[in-house]
């Protein structure tokens, strides 16, 4: 089995990006404020050797911005740094996050040099309607020949997606995924759209011309994007943004932000199957439904929602979870009772 991951973000806040998506404001989302030193990678890489337990695979990542668009000596002065971490056992490992018009054979020989390992793309829609109204620069065939291009070259590739952006559908974001899914990559991020203080996004929704993706919205496409890369053997590293105190504080003005968006997420689509199994159980049934160890309250969802939900929807006179261990089913029924 491979060594458990533990990522070490370092922020370069919009560095190296030549448009304004509409939603984006790295130093609100990642709460730092300017971009990362070469010293102070040192710094960071030295500390988690010393405190991050051992056997995990420490992977020094940069985040925030358009890594491979930062000028080439900025690139090689921060790679030159992670890279020396690596070759003194510090970190294990080198991930980045891009944009796909900032990648070609030059930016990726670059990349191998240093020895990163991982390239993160931000793909956010395939639709090219979505990406021109959201000020992405680029569109979905640049996403698509970027990928493969990484791919061809040997690095770990991880596709970032967005649901609710301008221009948006359920539809749209169920093609996306599936064409994501056809680039055959090692994991993929999927961001639902926050409103962020300050971003031409917010000036849209309070013009009137963007419709908030509701934390309920992310939700329910999201139950049908996860099990989509599941099937298809795609993981799904993360589910909405990583919680900051400036989101929490009041940065997050609107849109799908919830400091648990993930566990909602897999909440609901334990509620979709459970409705599949429930399906032709007569009304005024006691039923007992089994899921693996440890996973009760997901299925019960926030608040027991599900259950109230379930039990409602398929007039039950009373709906159990019982935690079996070793089972692996997401989910079974374990006794139908007729009253
Ligand atoms: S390219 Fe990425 S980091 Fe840069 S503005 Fe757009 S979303 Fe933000």
């Not at 991880?158 to 899914?181: C, F, H, N, W, Y």
């Not at 919680?243 to 689509?269: K, M, Q």
């Not at 929602?305 to 019982?322: C, H, P, Q, V």
């Amino acid at each position: 089995m491979s060594p458990r991951a533990q990522i070490l973000p370092v922020f370069v806040p919009q560095l190296g990006c030549p448009h304004r998506c509409v939603f984006c404001d790295q130093r609100r989302i990642s709460g730092q404020a300017r971009p990362v030193t070469a010293d102070e990678i040192q710094t960071i890489t030295d500390q988690a050797a010393a405190f991050l337990p051992r056997g995990e695979k420490r992977q020094l990542a940069f985040y925030g911005g358009s890594f491979t668009a930062i000028p080439a000596a900025r690139q090689e002065e921060l790679l030159g740094a992670a890279k020396a971490a690596m070759e003194r056992g510090a970190i294990d490992a080198i991930r980045l996050s891009t944009r796909p018009d900032a990648i070609d054979g030059e930016v990726l020989e670059r990349l191998r040099r240093y020895g990163v390992e991982t390239v993160e793309l931000g793909a956010q829609s395939m639709d090219d309607g979505v990406l021109r109204r959201s000020g992405r620069g680029h569109t979905a065939s640049d996403v698509e020949r970027a990928a493969r291009e990484i791919k061809a070259a040997g690095f770990r590739l991880v596709l970032q997606m967005m649901t609710g952006l301008p221009g948006d559908s359920p539809e749209k974001d169920l093609e996306t995924a599936r064409r994501l899914i056809a680039l055959r990559p090692d994991g993929v991020r999927i961001y639902p759209t926050v409103i962020v203080r300050g971003t031409p996004l917010e000036a849209l929704w309070r013009a009137g011309e963007y419709r908030e993706h509701t934390v309920e919205d992310a939700v329910a496409v999201c139950a049908r994007l996860l099990p989509l890369f599941e099937a298809a053997g795609v993981p799904v590293l993360r589910l909405g943004l990583n919680p900051t105190e400036e989101l929490s504080g009041g940065e997050a003005v609107g849109g799908a932000y919830h400091p648990a968006l993930g566990e909602l997420v897999r909440s609901r689509v334990l509620l979709d199957r459970a409705r599949a199994l429930l399906t032709g159980v007569p009304a005024g049934s006691a039923v007992t439904l089994g899921v693996p160890t440890g996973k009760a309250s997901q299925m019960a969802g926030q608040k027991r929602g599900n259950l109230r939900a379930l039990t409602e929807e398929f007039s039950l006179s009373g709906l159990k979870i019982r935690e079996i261990p070793g089972q692996t089913e997401e989910i079974r029924v374990l006794s139908v009772e007729k009253n």
